[in-house]
């Protein structure tokens, strides 16, 4: 076996990169990032036009509407999709223009925190209210 060529030998060198991205992560990343986006849209005018449709309700007849399965629901895909969402592009931003390293891990492990607990207050939040 030792005349036999190795197959990544008869690759060329982009064939051997092709598919890999930046460190096999980079696609999924823009994938999730516009993934999140897209689901932004709709749940982003639902919740405008839920916001307008509510204006001058009583608090009774918020927490009546948040309470119902379908609002309650949509509420919580918004608060997820917009937290994630948001905590993707940080780290996008901070990858990019921090360039000490232990300024990009510290503000990343922020970003990621800071996204994550919001994203858990505003959950329970939503929780409290409508249950």
């Keep these: 076996m030792a005349g036999v060529p190795h197959i990544d030998m008869l690759r060329s060198p982009l064939a051997r990169a092709r598919g890999l991205g930046s460190a096999k992560a980079g696609s999924t990343h823009w994938r ?7 689901a932004l849209l709709p749940l982003s005018f639902w919740f405008i036009f839920s916001a307008i449709h509510l204006a001058g309700a009583s ?3 918020v927490v009546d509407w948040l309470s119902a399965p379908l609002p309650m629901v ?6 997820v999709a917009t937290f994630h969402h948001l905590q993707m592009g940080l780290q ?20 990621r925190g800071l996204s994550w607990l919001l ?11 409508g249950l």
């Design 119 to 129: 994203a858990l207050v505003c959950i329970v939040s939503v929780l409290k209210i």
């Design 32 to 38: 999730m990032q516009r993934t999140t986006g897209l």
């Design 59 to 61: 608090r009774q007849a």
């Design 74 to 79: 949509l509420m919580l895909a918004l608060i």
């Design 92 to 111: 996008v931003v901070i990858e990019d223009y921090v360039h000490q390293e232990a300024a990009k891990i510290v503000s990343l492990l922020l970003a």
